[in-house]
């Protein structure tokens, strides 16, 4: 496989990461915005509970935490193969 493939298959890897870490920030600020920004009055019934909001904390941390390491590691290796060169 030449060079300039592998870095459009890498490319191609972080965007699919970054899409799917965008959800997650989504939803972990919604979760910041239902816990400190409103009193019981959100503009989506859903945020007015506790454990749904606890837990789109949870989910959006993991999203982001996974899209994170995800983008780090391909940058990584993009940049392996860019100085072997």
Do not use: C, H
Request: glycine fraction near 8%.
């Amino acid at each position: 496989m030449k060079i300039d493939q592998k870095i459009k298959e890498i490319d191609k890897k972080i965007l699919v990461a970054r899409l799917v870490d965008t959800p997650g920030t989504i939803i972990f600020l919604l979760a910041i915005y239902a816990k400190f920004y409103t009193s019981g009055d959100a503009f989506v019934a859903v945020l007015n509970n506790s454990q749904v909001v606890n837990s789109m904390f949870v989910v959006g941390a993991v999203l982001m935490a996974w899209g994170g390491v995800k983008v780090f590691k391909l940058r990584r290796e993009k940049n392996r193969i860019m100085k072997g060169l």
